[in-house]
T-cell receptor, first 116, second 112 residues
């Protein structure tokens, strides 16, 4: 059973370009979470999605960032018109059901975005 | 009130020693407290987790101690080994809210 897969692992973009980060959850998982990790900092929640629905986007910047989890295919985190401050590691996690006390989120290896 | 404060930022322990990392929180609604281990270039992996209805949980060399009244919890790594060298994150969540709130991380180095 493959774990959470993310691609690309490394992404370099110039200021003003778009970045698309993909996440394939573990088999049987229908809940996806995106987190951002700045250098030397902890992970910050961005968004929680179920298939075709955004459940909680309270951690997502209001502009330039969007996320989707279509019925078919991976979850996508999209960053438009990237700026240097977007440089970070972006992690996706998945869980088999609504995460509550005692339920685990399984993390992928992350996508390291560098904005030149 | 959603913050989780973690200390120390870095820690060096001799092989065979006890590593202790502490976390404190404010939000009394938190009801799930996991610890994650992260190696360079990898994603976080769950190490051990506790709920507030118990004061201690042990899995192998790893123990979580939980003090509900003080709103603090800690990770103890017994007989620390060089392979334990990694960054450790505490986290907290509220059942139904889904998102994990992470501490700032502790970079642990075990000297051989």
């Amino acid at each position: 059973n493959a774990g959470v897969m993310q691609n690309p692992r490394h992404l370099v973009r110039r200021r003003g370009q778009e970045a698309r980060l993909r996440c394939s959850p573990m088999k049987g998982h229908s809940h996806v979470y995106w987190y951002r990790q700045l250098p030397e900092e902890g992970l910050k929640f961005m968004v929680y999605l179920q298939k075709e629905n955004i459940i909680d986007e309270s951690g997502m910047p209001k502009e330039r960032f969007s996320a989707e989890f279509p019925k078919e295919g991976p979850s996508i985190l999209r960053i438009q018109q990237v700026v240097r401050g977007d440089s970070a590691a972006y992690f996706c996690a998945s869980s088999p059901r609504r995460t509550g006390a005692g339920n685990e989120q399984f993390f992928g290896p992350g996508t390291r975005l560098t904005v030149l | 009130q959603q913050q989780v404060k973690q200390s120390p930022q870095s820690l060096i322990v001799q092989k065979g020693g006890i590593s202790i990392i502490n976390c404190a929180y404010e939000n009394t609604a938190f009801d799930y407290f996991p610890w994650y281990q992260q190696f360079p270039g990898k994603g976080p992996a769950l190490l051990i987790a506790i709920r507030p209805d118990v004061s201690e949980k042990k899995e192998g060399r790893f123990t979580i101690s939980f003090n509900k009244s003080a709103k603090q919890f800690s990770l103890h790594i017994m007989d620390s080994q060089p392979g334990d060298s990694a960054t450790y994150f505490c986290a907290a969540s509220i059942e139904g809210a889904q998102k994990l709130v992470f501490g700032q991380g502790t970079r642990l180095t075990i000297n051989p």
